[in-house]
Nanobody, 112 residues
């Protein structure tokens, strides 16, 4: 059974950091691009960052460029989102999407 499980969310003060993880299981995900999305209360789900299956190219939405870093470890079937200089507007549920599957999300709350 294909499964993605996000972890690492929590409550942090503005300016702080969190590292999200997305652990994949059920099959090999190394040949698939991977992405992080987020959904804030009352808003639609939005793209945050993605990384090609080779790990050679990364993409970010403008609002997180220079603050977030996406990475992956294909040997561990795990991807990461390092989030620095967090802002209250980063508060959302963060989801990983990999190989057509979605995780259930992890809550990130940034207090001002």
């Amino acid at each position: 059974q294909v499964q993605l499980v996000e972890s690492g969310g929590g409550l942090v003060q503005a300016g702080g950091s969190l590292r999200l993880s997305c652990a994949a299981s059920g099959r090999t995900f190394s040949n698939y691009n991977m992405a992080w999305y987020r959904q804030a209360p009352g808003k639609e789900r939005e793209f945050v960052a993605s990384i090609r299956w080779t790990g050679s190219d990364t993409y970010y939405t403008d609002s997180v460029k220079g603050r977030f870093t996406i990475s992956r470890d294909n040997a561990k079937n795990t991807a990461y989102l390092q989030m620095n200089s967090l802002k209250p507007e980063d508060t959302a549920i963060y989801y990983c999407s990999w190989g057509g599957a979605w995780g259930r999300g992890t809550q990130v709350t940034v207090s001002s």
